[in-house]
Structures are given as structure tokens and as C-alpha cells.
């Protein structure tokens, strides 16, 4: 992904978000970002089905039985 | 580490009388006194809530009642838990302006009930978005072993305290490893519960689908009486879905028998250096663990949980980091801000690979009982470290 669109993207959307950042913090998220994308694009390129929803927060299962006596 | 626990010894002198939970705990504080000026694993001590503790402790034993299992032991939690009376600093400065906690948390009130005894609270990464606890309000924590290494993080003054010897027990936090790296630096026994045991309420959070509270401690015997202590149900936790406490302490005469162990191959061995894959080979070869198992999609798990927290803990953080960024932890706070700033597509695409990952995840223990893995890639790495190099790749 092309640096100069990384900066852009991280300017506008902390305008649409009322996030102040000056010249170099911009720079230094847009490092960030660049790096976050490069992961997301794992998860793009994986086959995920229409049907395939968010996770719900996570329930483990029921406890398994002790051991008699135990 | 060892399976044999000085401290389980002190809970029974405790209890027979031997020594006194006053002694134990001027003991304790002594030995923070001691060392924390070089060690920094505490940021507050409560000397006046402790020694009350410890006193109710001895008069009840010296009426002759019953104690409970960890009467006397001394313990401390990372400064996101609630102390009633404190302010909850999350490691943070901005956190100071908070009013302190009209409550506990729920996991301290679980381990007074069963006695032991609150000695203070302990350091950690600025609202736990860190591996290494160098926190630059609070100064770094220093590994008890070698004073020039981080303890790991984000609960690194948990891992510190219970590596100095200063408290057997504490207690921490886990979203992406902030109890399994420092328990592994600093050579300690931690436990990261499975998600929805214990209950959060009365913690800070960081990554509400993700963050997990669970303890530090000197051995593998006295972790499990501590998880013991601090389970229970917790209708008001939308996160704790425990109904039942179910025991490990009494479990642990069982040992291995039956217990089908593998040893995790592929993305954790390629990923880590020749003295973390030779120490889990040694734990395989003990345990008897020696069948390679692959888990499945282990890069994919790590770029998801990444964009899951970055964009859970950004927007958490969102009020502040538009007024105040400047008073946040230098070393994080552009990873909050990008976080916050993430399109919402690579969230719910991560979401959405987490329930498939999930499956296969639980698909695997229908085949295995314990999976072996090194918690960390490399040994405790220099303070100021800024790249690891693990096999020839860089590693920030």
C-alpha cells in the first residue's frame, strides 16, 4: 500500500473522528497502520462464506465431571 | 520454578501456629523494601490495609477458628484491579485524576475471603498495550534475574514481585499474553484462565471480548489452590459465564496419567529461538509429549486478535487520546490511535474468522489434552530493545 494514501487515509478519518494530530504523530500512525494493514490482508485473502458470522463472546463449556471421590 | 512451594509452607505454619500472618507479612515487607528499589515491580504498598488483614488473621487463630486455605499469604495485584479507597491507575498518569474505588474488584474480594492478605499493587504497560512494562511514568520494570532485562509485560510487575521473592502470589491480566510473557521471563508459574472462568468486574479493561484476569505464583500447587480461590459465578460479568467452581487443587494428585500431550510443531518452533524450542523439548521429553501436532492458522489467529485489540482498545481510549494524547504512554499511543482509527471492515472480517478459527481450536482438544508451545520466543530481552531477531527475520 502506497505510504502517501496510508497518510491520507489516517488525516481524514482522524478528522471525521474529532481526533487532533500534528505533522509527525500523523506520520507515526500511519506506520502503524500501514503495518495493520499488511495484517488484514492475511485475513482478506482467506475464503470466509456469507453464512460464516462474527464470533459471540466466547462461552467455555460446562465443567466436565470430577472424578468419583474427588 | 519448582513444584515444591515455600509459600504452601507458609500457610500451613500459619495455620498450625508456627508463625504468625503478622510475622510472614513484615517478612514480606522487608523483603520489598529490599529489593523493589532496583526491582520496581510495585507501585504502591497499602502497609495499613495489610497489617489489619494479617492481624484479623492471627486473632481468628488465636480464637481457635478454622482458616481458610490461604490464610496469611501475602499477595498483590497489577494496578488495573480496583482497591477499594485507591484510584485505579491502569499504569497510567491520566488514570490519576480518577476518583479512587468506592469497591474492590471481584477477584480481591474472592482472595480475602480465603485469607491471604493485600500487600500493595504492581506495575504493568499503560492500559496493558505492551509486552514489556517499561512504563515511562512509572519507570521500568526490572527482571529479577538479571536486572538489565525486562520482566516481560504487560504484567510485569506481577511476574517481578513473585520472581524477587517478595509475594508468593499476585494476580494479573491476559489479552494477547500479558500473564503468560512475564511468567515466562521471569521463570514464574502463570496461569491464563480459559476466557469467561473468572469474573473482569472491578478490573480496567483493555479489549472487552478478549481480556482475561487470572494469578502469578511460586509453584504449579499453589496457583491452582489460587485459582480455587478466585472462581465463582458472576451474573453481573457479561463476560463470566462461570456456574460452578471446579477444583483444581484437589486434582492435582492426578498428575499426568492419561493425559494426551503433543507438542505444538510448525508456526510456534519456526518462530522461536534455539534456547525456547530446546526448553519446550525438555518439557515434552519430561512430560512425554513427544507427538508433533500443528495448530491451525496460527498467523491468521495473530493478525486478527491484533486488529481486534488495537481496534477494541482505541476506541475504548477514544475521549482521551482526543484531548489529552500527549499525557498517554509514549511508547503506545500511536498504536491506540491506530486502532481507533481502523476500518471497520478489517474488524468485522476478523470477528468473522475468530468463530471459524474457534472451531477448529476446539476441534483440535477433542484430540489432545495439553499442547506444548515456548510462551515466549526468546529469553528476557535488553530494556530499550526495540527488534528482535528470531531465525533471521526482525521482529518489532
Known amino acids: 500500500m502506497d505510504p502517501a494514501e496510508v497518510l491520507n487515509y489516517v488525516k481524514a478519518t482522524a478528522v471525521m473522528l474529532d481526533l487532533p494530530l500534528d505533522v509527525d504523530r500523523a506520520s507515526r500512525v500511519a506506520s502503524h497502520m500501514a503495518r495493520t494493514a499488511a495484517l488484514a490482508g492475511l485475513l482478506d485473502a482467506l475464503a470466509i462464506a456469507v453464512d460464516d458470522e462474527p464470533a459471540e463472546l466466547f462461552r467455555p463449556a460446562p465443567f466436565a465431571p470430577l472424578e468419583p471421590g474427588a | 520454578m519448582t513444584a515444591s512451594s515455600p509459600s504452601l509452607d507458609l500457610v500451613d505454619a500459619i495455620a498450625r501456629g508456627e508463625r504468625s500472618a503478622s510475622e510472614v507479612l513484615e517478612h514480606s515487607l522487608g523483603r520489598i523494601e529490599a529489593t523493589d528499589g532496583r526491582v520496581n515491580a510495585f507501585t504502591r504498598i497499602s502497609h495499613e490495609r495489610a497489617r489489619r488483614e494479617a492481624a484479623a488473621i492471627d486473632r481468628r487463630r488465636s480464637r481457635g477458628e478454622a482458616l481458610p486455605p490461604l490464610a496469611g499469604l501475602p499477595y498483590a495485584v497489577k494496578n488495573l484491579f480496583d482497591i477499594e479507597?485507591?484510584?485505579?491507575?491502569?499504569?497510567?498518569?491520566?488514570?490519576?485524576?480518577?476518583?479512587?474505588?468506592?469497591?474492590?474488584?471481584?477477584?480481591?474480594?474472592?482472595?480475602?475471603?480465603?485469607?491471604?492478605?493485600?500487600?500493595?499493587?504492581?506495575?504493568?504497560?499503560?492500559?496493558?498495550?505492551?509486552?514489556?512494562?517499561?512504563?515511562?511514568?512509572?519507570?521500568p520494570t526490572r527482571n529479577p534475574h538479571d536486572l538489565a532485562r525486562i520482566a516481560g509485560?504487560?504484567?510485569?510487575?506481577?511476574?517481578?514481585?513473585?520472581?524477587?521473592?517478595?509475594?508468593?502470589?499476585?494476580?494479573?491480566?491476559?489479552?494477547?499474553?500479558?500473564?503468560?510473557?512475564?511468567?515466562?521471563?521471569?521463570?514464574?508459574?502463570?496461569?491464563?484462565?480459559?476466557?469467561?472462568?473468572?469474573?473482569?468486574?472491578?478490573?480496567?479493561?483493555?479489549?472487552?471480548?478478549?481480556?482475561?484476569?487470572?494469578?502469578?505464583?511460586?509453584?504449579s500447587t499453589h496457583l491452582a489452590l489460587a485459582y480455587d480461590a478466585?472462581?465463582?459465578?458472576?451474573?453481573?460479568?457479561?463476560?463470566?459465564?462461570?456456574?460452578?467452581?471446579?477444583?483444581?487443587?484437589?486434582?492435582?494428585?492426578?498428575?499426568?496419567?492419561?493425559?494426551?500431550?503433543?507438542?505444538?510443531?510448525?508456526?510456534?518452533?519456526?518462530?522461536?529461538?534455539?534456547?525456547?524450542?530446546?526448553?519446550?523439548?525438555?518439557?515434552?521429553?519430561?512430560?512425554?509429549?513427544?507427538?508433533?501436532?500443528?495448530?491451525?492458522?496460527?498467523?491468521?489467529?495473530?493478525?486478527?486478535?491484533?486488529?481486534?485489540?488495537?481496534?477494541?482498545?482505541?476506541?475504548?481510549?477514544?475521549?482521551?487520546?482526543?484531548?489529552?494524547?500527549?499525557?498517554?504512554?509514549?511508547?503506545?499511543?500511536?498504536?491506540?490511535?491506530?486502532?481507533?482509527?481502523?476500518?471497520?471492515?478489517w474488524y468485522v472480517r476478523a470477528q468473522r474468522f475468530r468463530r471459524i478459527y474457534r472451531d477448529k481450536v476446539n476441534a483440535l482438544f477433542k484430540s489432545w489434552d495439553v499442547l506444548l508451545a515456548p510462551a515466549t520466543p526468546v529469553c528476557a530481552p535488553l530494556i530499550g530493545t526495540e527488534w528482535l531477531e528470531i531465525n533471521g527475520q526482525r521482529h518489532p
Open chain 2, 85 to 139: 479507597g485507591e484510584v485505579t491507575l491502569a499504569g497510567s498518569k491520566i488514570n490519576r485524576d480518577h476518583a479512587p474505588a468506592r469497591a474492590d474488584a471481584v477477584l480481591v474480594r474472592h482472595l480475602q475471603t480465603a485469607g491471604a492478605v493485600l500487600v500493595g499493587s504492581l506495575n504493568m504497560d499503560e492500559y496493558a498495550y505492551g509486552f514489556t512494562t517499561e512504563n515511562t511514568h512509572y519507570g
Open chain 2, 153 to 219: 509485560g504487560s504484567s510485569g510487575g506481577s511476574g517481578a514481585a513473585v520472581a524477587a521473592g517478595q509475594v508468593p502470589l499476585t494476580l494479573g491480566s491476559d489479552t494477547n499474553g500479558s500473564i503468560r510473557v512475564p511468567a515466562s521471563l521471569c521463570g514464574v508459574w502463570g496461569l491464563k484462565p480459559t476466557f469467561g472462568r473468572l469474573s473482569r468486574r472491578g478490573s480496567y479493561p483493555f479489549v472487552h471480548s478478549i481480556d482475561h484476569l487470572g494469578p502469578f505464583a511460586d509453584s
Open chain 2, 230 to 345: 478466585l472462581q465463582g459465578p458472576d451474573p453481573l460479568d457479561p463476560g463470566c459465564h462461570a456456574l460452578a467452581v471446579q477444583p483444581a487443587g484437589s486434582q492435582m494428585h492426578r498428575g499426568i496419567d492419561g493425559l494426551r500431550i503433543g507438542m505444538l510443531d510448525g508456526y510456534f518452533l519456526e518462530n522461536a529461538a534455539a534456547e525456547a524450542r530446546e526448553a519446550v523439548q525438555a518439557a515434552a521429553r519430561t512430560l512425554g509429549g513427544v507427538e508433533l501436532v500443528e495448530w491451525p492458522d496460527a498467523a491468521l489467529a495473530r493478525a486478527a486478535a491484533f486488529i481486534i485489540s488495537a481496534s477494541e482498545g482505541g476506541t475504548l481510549h477514544l475521549p482521551e487520546l482526543r484531548t489529552r494524547a500527549d499525557d498517554f504512554e509514549p511508547l503506545s499511543v500511536d498504536r491506540f490511535i491506530a486502532g481507533a482509527l481502523q476500518p471497520a471492515a
